[in-house]
């Protein structure tokens, strides 16, 4: 399949888009932009992502989940509680048919928001809930796996999930390679261009892994300025260039992995543009 990008990691419902969500949208749409996967980190995001959702039919998809680090009520991030995810249980089911997957979700081990063991302890409890969670609904998972990526990759292939997303990846590659043998896809943002670690995974890791993201308003190619899903070109242009293929086939080849991790987007995208899809899937046999 092709026509398009799909941005697997965004935050369309974060704050730094309120104010012109209209003209993100439309600059996306003028990059090529098929479809966005926007995630949410806390319950008080759940209802906003849907109802965008529903404002930008056909174009952008919703996902729901508790992300492990927080904002306190003082905006100091801290790490995840059971509490955090108790308040959000009823929107799970409540959302249940309007999301394409459960996320972002995952572990976050970083010293400084997880010092005490017990933490990290909590973390690992409310992760495996919403995969369990994840599981009942038969959804992907869209996951994040800081300074924990071979925790994260044990937990998830521990509780049986089949599609997961592990997007803004930074660990080994020969953990990525673990989490290849178990059929999870990997995706990378625009600030990526700016670390040669990075390099190292994406060579590693099979197209067939790889998926597109932004991770907007964060980690775009320019720390300092606001992130936009427009800048999924520059990620499949460095991409590309690591792998020595052309931003095409690259283009190309997220997009399918994109519609077999998530398959309700390839719903969406059949009911848009259903005569494209035929033939592409005609062609891939």
């Given at each position: 399949?092709?026509?398009?990008?799909?941005?697997?990691?965004?935050?369309?419902?974060?704050?730094?888009?309120?104010?012109?969500?209209?003209?993100?949208?439309?600059?996306?749409?003028?990059?090529?932009?098929?479809?966005?996967?926007?995630?949410?980190?806390?319950?008080?995001?759940?209802?906003?992502?849907?109802?965008?959702?529903?404002?930008?039919?056909?174009?952008?998809?919703?996902?729901?989940?508790?992300?492990?680090?927080?904002?306190?009520?003082?905006?100091?991030?801290?790490?995840?509680?059971?509490?955090?995810?108790?308040?959000?249980?009823?929107?799970?089911?409540?959302?249940?048919?309007?999301?394409?997957?459960?996320?972002e979700i995952g572990l976050d081990f970083t010293p400084w928001y997880t010092p005490y063991p017990q933490?990290?302890?909590?973390?690992?409890?409310?992760?495996?809930?919403?995969?369990?969670?994840?599981?009942?609904?038969?959804?992907?998972?869209?996951?994040?796996?800081?300074?924990?990526?071979?925790?994260?990759?044990?937990?998830?292939?521990?509780?049986?999930?089949?599609?997961?997303?592990?997007?803004?990846?930074?660990?080994?590659?020969?953990?990525?390679?673990?989490?290849?043998?178990?059929?999870?896809?990997?995706?990378?943002?625009?600030?990526?261009?700016?670390?040669?670690?990075?390099?190292?995974?994406?060579?590693?890791?099979?197209?067939?892994?790889?998926?597109?993201?932004?991770?907007s308003p964060a980690l775009g190619p320019d720390k300092h300025v606001r992130n936009e899903p427009k800048?999924?070109?520059?990620?499949?242009?460095?991409?590309?260039?690591?792998?020595?293929?052309t931003p095409e086939k690259v283009r190309e080849a997220t997009t399918w992995n994109a519609v077999r991790?998530?398959?309700?987007?390839?719903?969406?995208?059949?009911?848009?543009?259903?005569?494209?899809?035929?033939?592409?899937?005609?062609?891939?046999?």
């Amino acid at each position: 399949m092709d026509g398009g990008f799909i941005d697997c990691h965004c935050h369309i419902s974060a704050a730094e888009f309120t104010k012109d969500t209209d003209d993100v949208i439309k600059r996306a749409k003028e990059a090529g932009v098929r479809m966005l996967i926007s995630v949410t980190e806390e319950a008080s995001e759940f209802e906003m992502a849907v109802q965008l959702s529903k404002s930008y039919s056909g174009l952008l998809a919703p996902c729901v989940g508790i992300h492990p680090v927080q904002c306190s009520d003082s905006r100091q991030h801290r790490s995840v509680t059971i509490q955090d995810l108790e308040c959000a249980l009823p929107l799970f089911e409540k959302y249940r048919d309007d999301i394409v997957a459960i996320g972002e979700i995952g572990l976050d081990f970083t010293p400084w928001y997880t010092p005490y063991p017990q933490q990290r302890a909590e973390q690992q409890q409310v992760f495996r809930k919403q995969l369990e969670i994840a599981k009942e609904m038969d959804l992907p998972v869209n996951v994040h796996s800081r300074s924990a990526a071979r925790q994260t990759i044990s937990v998830l292939k521990e509780q049986g999930i089949g599609r997961a997303l592990l997007h803004n990846f930074a660990g080994r590659p020969s953990v990525a390679m673990e989490g290849v043998k178990a059929g999870y896809c990997f995706s990378f943002p625009p600030a990526a261009c700016r670390n040669e670690q990075r390099a190292t995974v994406i060579k590693q890791i099979p197209l067939e892994h790889i998926c597109l993201e932004t991770d907007s308003p964060a980690l775009g190619p320019d720390k300092h300025v606001r992130n936009e899903p427009k800048n999924i070109v520059l990620s499949c242009e460095y991409i590309a260039k690591v792998k020595s293929l052309t931003p095409e086939k690259v283009r190309e080849a997220t997009t399918w992995n994109a519609v077999r991790l998530f398959p309700r987007i390839g719903k969406i995208l059949n009911q848009m543009t259903e005569p494209v899809l035929e033939t592409d899937q005609q062609n891939k046999k």
